[in-house]
């Protein structure tokens, strides 16, 4: 049994979300700062400057959010005894749990054994026939002794 399926990266809508009003927050209290610059202090222009570095830092986290959602999809291949996702093989006696996220376009996420939260490479969705795919996934857990449980789970941005 070799099913192939083709699958993405979760949108995470609600990290680009945050990070987009924190780069507005940010932002203004640095143009806030920029103000009256004439009249600063060394004490207050490194406030600006420190203000500057996290804003810097939420910019960035914002852009890998959404270059890693605008990337184009990859292959799922289910096998007898693994699971390749992103290009890593993962095999069945080294899945601690499979995990669905969310109703409408669930996010799968798969934490091996040994990991506290999904590694980023296995968390995923699927681009087409989700149903199809999602009952492909729990007959290859059923078979292979794996749990598939709705929880949801952290993984890193």
Not at 10 to 33: D, E, G, M, Q
């Amino acid at each position: 049994m070799s099913v192939t399926h083709s699958v993405k990266n979760p949108t995470r809508l609600k990290n680009i979300i945050v990070f987009s009003l924190a780069c507005l927050i940010w932002l203004f209290i640095i143009i806030h700062y920029w103000k009256d610059y004439s009249s600063r202090g060394k004490t207050e222009f490194l406030l600006m400057d420190s203000n500057s570095i996290i804003f810097l830092v939420y910019f960035v986290l914002l852009l890998l959010t959404v270059v890693r959602a605008l990337r184009k999809p990859t292959e799922l291949s289910i096998d007898e005894n693994t699971i390749l996702v992103n290009g890593y093989a993962l095999a069945a006696q080294d899945i601690k749990v499979i995990m669905k996220m969310g109703y409408f376009n669930p996010v799968i996420g798969i934490k091996p054994k040994g990991k506290r939260i999904v590694p980023l490479r296995l968390c995923f969705s699927f681009a087409a026939n989700e149903d199809q795919g999602i009952m492909d996934m729990k007959e290859w857990a059923a078979a292979n002794n794996v749990k598939m449980i709705n929880k949801d789970f952290m993984s890193w941005l």
